[in-house]
């Protein structure tokens, strides 16, 4: 090992060994951080590899392009009988060779006795076993069969053959409150052949 | 003699995978051959290690069913290779795991390290008398990820159950050394913050702490 030092910020101090350039290791990663970085100047590997857009310059997932296919699906349950338990209204798997985004939700309860944030109800959002953030417990009414309700933050984008599942929870005692009526949750959005 | 006069065969490296008697060497599982691909970095001098904690506070819960999300700034250039998690209840009992999801994405390139939301269980070391599923920690990536500017990585630790809980996802990173000098060096030459500035004036000099 190398004994000279140079004076450094650290000072003449024995315990450090100085090296006057980085070795061949170093030098390795250092150019492998150069060709990233020159990826990242030429806009990523995206814009390198896929340079064409489907829909003027837009993300597919932004602006649904010509190649889009339209996603709905509005489905309603009667009221579920056990209190606790997961009840999806709402499943939808994403197929091979697409991915998607859901742009807008709905979800509501046709029966009575029903109160807004009175926890008998827990409505949720899952991808795969992935509670989305900020749907993974909705204690609300959400949007109506009429007008939807926009996802917030743009919408939730979906990967070939991830499963959505749309479901109600049952809060402890809401059977002795809700009567009747249907439980109504709908998806909306589209997906698009994977470039 | 100096470091340059070693040749790459003799130079053994020295670092807590090899002096750790616990870690057996079994060549044909995961963990050896990641070792392997860590070769280049475990041999490179002029990087420190560095490790990144998500969420910052251990003491914050995830509520039921949410997703805590986390931004962290790393040095450009440092190098993810291996990270470690571990799920705590609210009382601050060290949970399986089962309960908790986490994904770690490149906000540069937008490349999620894993494909899905990957159970916490399958990384974390937690293990009990009737559940020996807990391996070696760190878990070990095939091979080092670089994060190039602006070094920022994004983390989500979602809980998957009707409980909160507390969590902590362990980063480990080699992040490079500023170099003594090199701030002159890249004023009067121009060269950019890693391997030209220092191939081009040669007269840069890389402190290592301890020696031998």
């Known amino acids: 090992m190398s004994t000279t030092f140079h004076s450094t910020a650290f000072g003449a101090n024995p315990s450090y060994t100085a090296f006057e350039r980085a070795n061949y290791a170093t030098q390795c990663l250092n150019h492998h951080i150069s060709m990233w970085r020159d990826i990242a100047f030429q806009g990523g590997l995206n814009t390198m590899c896929c340079p064409a857009s489907m829909s003027g310059g837009e993300p597919p997932w932004i602006v649904m392009p010509p190649q889009g296919i339209r996603l709905q699906q ?61 749907y993974g417990n909705m204690e609300t009414t959400l949007g109506s069969l009429q007008t939807p309700i926009p996802l917030n933050r743009g919408g939730i984008r979906l990967k070939a053959l991830q499963k959505v599942v749309y479901s109600v929870t049952l809060g402890a005692g809401a059977l002795g409150n809700l009567a009747g009526g249907r439980m109504i949750a709908g998806l909306f959005g589209w997906r698009y052949p994977i470039s | 003699m100096k470091a340059t006069d ?24 995961y963990t050896a051959m990641c070792l392997s691909q860590l070769e280049t970095l475990r041999r490179a001098n002029l990087y420190r290690a560095r490790w990144y904690v998500a969420p910052p506070d251990i003491t914050q819960l995830i509520a039921a069913y949410d997703t805590n999300e986390t931004q962290i700034q790393v040095t450009p250039g440092s190098w993810l290779w291996g990270l470690s998690y571990n799920e705590y209840s609210d009382a601050y009992v060290i949970l399986d795991g089962n309960h908790s999801l986490i994904q770690v994405t490149d906000n540069c390139t937008g490349v999620p390290l894993f494909h899905e939301y990957a159970s916490g269980r399958g990384n974390t070391g937690y293990r009990n008398a009737q559940d020996f599923r807990g391996g070696i920690m760190p878990v070990l990536l095939t091979e080092p990820r670089c994060v190039v500017e602006p070094g920022l990585i994004n983390v989500e630790v979602a809980n998957t159950s009707a409980s909160a809980i507390r969590a902590q996802l362990v980063l480990f990173f080699a992040e490079p050394c500023i170099i003594t000098g090199q701030v002159r060096d890249e004023q009067s030459v121009g060269g950019d913050s890693y391997g030209k500035g220092i191939m081009s004036t040669g007269g840069m000099s890389g402190i290592r702490r301890g020696g031998k």
């Open chain 2, 6 to 29: 070693f040749t790459r065969s003799d130079w053994e490296i020295i670092d807590g995978f090899t002096l750790n008697p616990n870690i057996l060497y079994l060549p044909y599982h």
């Open chain 1, 74 to 134: 509005v489905t309603g349950i009667s009221l579920p009988g056990v209190e606790g338990v997961e009840t999806p209204v709402v499943s939808l798997t994403m197929p091979i060779g697409y991915d998607g985004v859901i742009t807008l939700h709905l979800q509501l309860y046709t029966g009575t006795g029903f109160v807004e944030f009175s926890g008998d109800l827990h409505w949720r959002i899952r991808i795969n076993q992935w509670y989305v953030k900020d």
